[in-house]
């Protein structure tokens, strides 16, 4: 990573836009103003959980996860009743909700602010399961894994762990609470989904050794 870089990403932590944060009873809508370009934008960023951890599952594995859960994960919550929080923003282009995150949102700053946005929001609702996607056209996955990653390591969110994969054209990130649904670390369970994982290792070292210490090694085939 080049000076520049590294100063952007330290820009990104340390000055995120300002963001404001109401509900329409649907939505969690969180605004804010990119106003340090030369034609200023506002973007608005929203969290939809009316999706459940099972609505993602492939359907040749329907007849398993259950099983699998409720064998090696006794004591978590069943993916018919984890809620997966989406996360969706306003295409300035269009005005409509789109669960890429692009079109504009592709400075570090703004990115950031995503960032800091998602952490807000683990920190006041607590949900099972975020789910955001970046689009693989704009090229800022590793910005967004960067920020994510540390974010997660900075001690404000001990429980919570991510591990991303690609799904059609996107880029997509889950993070998920550990203490509720241990079972998002396991690699048999992440094969139920509907997802095609990163290589070599699509999770977090820190969620691999948490998931070791509490539950042991993952039963293999």
């Known amino acids: 990573m080049n000076f520049k870089d590294y100063h952007n990403i330290n820009e990104a932590f340390d000055k995120p836009y300002k ?19 030369a034609e200023p934008y ?25 099983q699998y859960v409720a064998e090696y ?4 919550l069943n993916p018919a009743s984890a809620k997966v929080h989406e996360y969706a923003f306003t295409d300035k282009s269009t005005g409509e909700l789109s669960k890429n995150a692009k079109s504009g ?14 952490a807000h929001y683990i920190q006041t609702k607590e949900p099972n399961v975020i789910l955001f996607t970046g689009a693989k056209e704009e090229n800022r996955g590793k910005v967004y894994d960067l ?67 509490t539950y042991g090694t993952p039963p293999q085939d």
């Open 147 to 213: 920020l994510v990653r540390n974010v997660l390591k900075s001690g404000a969110f001990p429980n919570y762990f991510y591990f991303k994969d690609e799904y059609k054209s996107d880029t997509r990130f889950w993070v998920f609470d550990s203490r509720k649904v241990p079972y998002m670390d396991d690699e048999t369970f992440q094969e139920f989904l509907e997802i095609e994982l990163t290589s070599p290792s699509a999770g977090s070292q820190q969620a691999h050794d948490f998931h070791q210490r």
């Open 73 to 76: 994960y006794p004591e978590a």
């Open 105 to 118: 949102h592709s400075a570090t700053r703004t990115i950031g602010t995503i960032i800091h946005i998602a």
């Open 19 to 37: 963001f404001e944060v109401t509900n329409n009873g649907e939505l969690t809508l969180y605004t804010f103003t990119v106003d340090d370009v």
């Open 42 to 66: 506002t973007i608005e960023a929203a969290f939809d959980d009316d999706r459940i951890l099972s609505n993602f599952i492939n359907r040749a594995s329907i007849d398993m996860y259950d």
